[in-house]
């Protein structure tokens, strides 16, 4: 390694910038694979990498930067670099303004009337629904800034770097970074707007990282930022729109207060005026901070509801194809944010006529169409029974949609177009949607419908996805109109189960989704749910055992299908207690409060009952479970409960045990359950 080494060393000054980039990027990967190696060097390679960053090569400035990032990763003690840190964050800034080459600068004056280029398109990708609190789907990252550079360049990468050191270095960067950013924000010369953006840009990577530090400043920059969206350039007015989302939280926090409204206010409206600015790049900014800041205010935002609206399809009949995609978001996004309040006949005179002539125009082989059922889906959540006017030729569509493609993936030939599971899962997802949005209300279009076969197939669909998909929309479907699906309920019990075996790790998504839907079956078929109990326990009880490195999402599931398994089949599920006590109620402590928690706790009290010795090793564990309630609204589950603890303290107190076992509980919780229960 000493060798080796002494031989990048050597190169480190080599007069070609192939070598020397090469150099850079023989470090970084040192660092990320074998930082201990480097670490007795580390401050003659920081100090080497601070002068490459300086390059006048980009190309191995930008190899340079990637070592600030590495270095943060690698867990190193921060104090190796914490004396470079005001030449380091200098450089970062001064990197992060635009190259003369970006592409950015070159379609950055691009107006609304310019067509889209097709490689400005980008391939979008549906996300399978999910079921549940937790991770999501597994992989998910947060994205929201992936658009401010089309490409991996110098500018990105130093933003990033800003944004991971002030995660590990906090507010202690903010005295070194706000008299530079300062003095870019305050430049008047026109050609000088680049360090003006770029200091926009800096603020917005360290959000996160120095909030507290930021705070008592923030109405300020939040002040400076909405006017900067009025600026001349388009580039520092999209910037300023994806800065001000970094701190939607603290906006939508400081909007309690009668001054944030007033703030708040204005900020909204800023935005919805670059929602309709005639430069494309800005429109895209603007509509993605506004999605980011609805996720965030909810259903504050019901009493704009009309303004909103009206800017957002006004937005809709101006926008070209790219930018519609974005639009369709900032859509559903509003839905989910505001629900039912958007039940309203003023507002769906706004929102329903041109989405519904997009419905209508857009053609069952076009993507452009995968945008819109997810936009289709949020509404239809959010309109509830309301959706009902419009319902019907939406779910026409869905099955046909899943027909074509389940017949195209065998002979695109005979079905008029080349398979394509997005539009399966895309599908899916809105008839998700239309049963969780119209209840009990879709059985008249299920009935008339062949969605049970079709959905039989999709379940047993080698795609992951499509199967993900599908046992959400199992799930929904059980609990709108479970007696559509009865005749085929064992088959498709089967298949759900099938998917807890040994590749839970390599599909979580999917794992999750059938231990959900069978959760929902059981509690509504009850004992027809008997033939495959035991199958789904000996499933069930791994995945709690072994927790790690599965999303919090499967745990609960897996917990509450477990209680719920004991609560309609206590006689089944009780005898094997023992082996999964203590995982069980391990994950139960993690649910939030709600009605899925009290199912998983009437299986728990069901199989005490019928075989309290099973539980009495775990007495520690299903105590903690108890504690883990901050309130149980149902007076009879919490009379069970009671029960259940009083039976204990019976039975133990036979053998002189209840002192023990009682005593070794935490003391805390001892005096919640004395006090709640009555023990």
């Known amino acids: 390694m000493q060798t080796y080494l002494q031989g990048l060393f050597s190169l480190a000054s080599d007069r070609s910038p192939d070598v020397r980039k090469l150099v850079c990027a023989a470090l970084v990967q040192l660092l990320e694979v074998q930082p201990n190696a480097l670490q007795p060097h580390m401050r003659n390679v920081i100090e080497y990498m601070l002068q490459a960053n300086k390059d006048p090569d980009r190309d191995v400035a930008l190899e340079a930067c990637e070592f600030w990032s590495a270095f943060c990763e690698a867990k190193l003690p921060p104090d190796i670099l914490r004396d470079f840190l005001p030449r380091l964050i200098d450089i970062l800034l001064d990197n992060m303004a635009y190259a003369e080459d970006d592409e950015a600068l070159q379609d950055g004056d691009e107006d609304e009337n310019a067509p889209d280029r097709e490689q400005d398109i980008k391939p979008r990708f549906h996300q399978s629904r999910t079921i549940g609190g937790g991770d999501g789907a597994e992989g998910e990252e947060d994205d929201d800034d992936e658009d401010i550079i089309n490409s991996w360049n110098l500018r990105k990468c130093s933003a990033a770097g800003l944004d991971i050191l002030s995660t590990i270095f906090g507010d202690e960067i903010l005295p070194v970074l706000m008299p530079l950013v300062q003095v870019r924000l305050s430049a008047t010369k026109d050609s000088a707007w680049e360090e003006k953006e770029a200091a926009i840009l800096a603020l917005g990577a360290v959000a996160e990282g120095c909030i507290s530090g930021l705070s008592p400043h923030l109405a300020q920059i939040v002040v400076y930022l909405t006017s900067f969206m009025e600026d001349v350039r388009p580039l520092v007015r999209s910037i300023s729109c994806w800065t001000l989302s970094r701190y939607s939280e603290w906006i939508v926090k400081v909007a309690q207060t009668a001054?944030?409204?007033?703030?708040?206010?204005?900020?909204?409206?800023?935005?919805?005026?670059?929602?309709?600015?005639?430069?494309?790049?800005?429109?895209?900014?603007?509509?993605?901070?506004?999605a980011t800041l609805g996720e965030e205010v909810a259903e504050d935002l019901a009493p704009r509801l009309e303004p909103i609206l009206q800017h957002l399809m006004y937005a809709f009949g101006t926008y070209q194809r790219r930018n519609l995609r974005i639009l369709y978001d900032a859509i559903g996004t509003l839905a989910d944010a505001v629900g039912s309040e958007l039940n309203n006949p003023k507002y769906l005179e706004i929102l329903?006529?041109?989405?519904?002539?997009?419905?209508?125009?857009?053609?069952?082989?076009?993507?452009?169409?995968?945008?819109?059922?997810?936009?289709?889906?949020?509404?239809?959540?959010?309109?509830?029974?309301?959706?009902?006017?419009?319902?019907?030729?939406?779910?026409?569509?869905?099955?046909?949609?899943?027909?074509?493609?389940?017949?195209?993936?065998?002979?695109?030939?005979?079905?008029?177009?080349?398979?394509?599971?997005?539009?399966?899962?895309?599908?899916?997802?809105?008839?998700?949607?239309?049963?969780?949005?119209?209840?009990?209300?879709?059985?008249?279009?299920?009935?008339?419908?062949?969605?049970?076969?079709?959905?039989?197939?999709?379940?047993?669909d080698e795609a992951p996805d499509v199967r993900q998909s599908a046992l959400a929309l199992l799930g929904d479907l059980v609990k709108a109109c479970a007696v559509h699906l009865q005749p085929r309920l064992a088959e498709f019990l089967n298949l759900a189960a099938n998917q807890l075996g040994h590749c839970v790790k390599e599909n979580v998504s999917v794992a999750n989704n059938a231990c959900w839907a069978i959760g929902e079956v059981a509690i509504k078929v009850r004992k027809e749910i008997a033939p495959i109990v035991l199958n789904v326990v000996s499933s069930l009880v791994p995945i709690l055992s072994n927790a790690e490195g599965l999303n919090k999402s499967l745990l609960e599931n897996s917990a509450i299908t477990l209680g719920r398994l004991g609560w309609v089949c206590p006689e089944l599920v009780a005898p094997h207690m023992e082996h999964f006590m203590q995982p069980w109620c391990r994950a139960l402590c993690t649910i939030r409060d709600d009605f899925e928690k009290e199912d998983a706790f009437r299986g728990l009290c069901a199989m005490v009952r019928l075989n309290p010795g099973g539980a009495v090793n775990s007495f520690v564990s299903m105590c903690d479970a108890i504690g883990s309630w901050h309130e149980i609204r149902s007076t009879e589950l919490s009379s069970e409960i009671a029960q259940v603890l009083h039976g204990y303290k019976q039975m133990l107190s036979q053998s002189s045990s209840w002192e023990q076992y009682f005593g070794a509980l935490d003391g805390t919780l001892r005096e919640k359950l004395v006090k709640t229960y009555a023990l």
């Open 259 to 290: 001054e944030g409204q007033v703030q708040f206010d204005a900020i909204l409206t800023g935005l919805l005026r670059r929602i309709l600015d005639p430069n494309k790049r800005v429109q895209e900014a603007a509509c993605s901070a506004f």
């Open 352 to 460: 329903m006529p041109p989405l519904i002539s997009k419905w209508q125009q857009v053609q069952d082989y076009d993507k452009d169409l995968f945008p819109l059922l997810e936009c289709f889906t949020s509404i239809a959540q959010a309109l509830g029974p309301g959706f009902s006017h419009y319902a019907e030729p939406v779910f026409m569509r869905c099955i046909n949609l899943i027909r074509t493609h389940g017949v195209a993936k065998a002979d695109p030939l005979r079905a008029g177009v080349n398979y394509d599971k997005e539009f399966i899962v895309c599908s899916l997802d809105l008839l998700s949607g239309l049963a969780e949005g119209l209840g009990s209300s879709i059985e008249s279009l299920v009935s008339r419908s062949d969605l049970r076969d079709l959905l039989l197939q999709c379940c047993a």
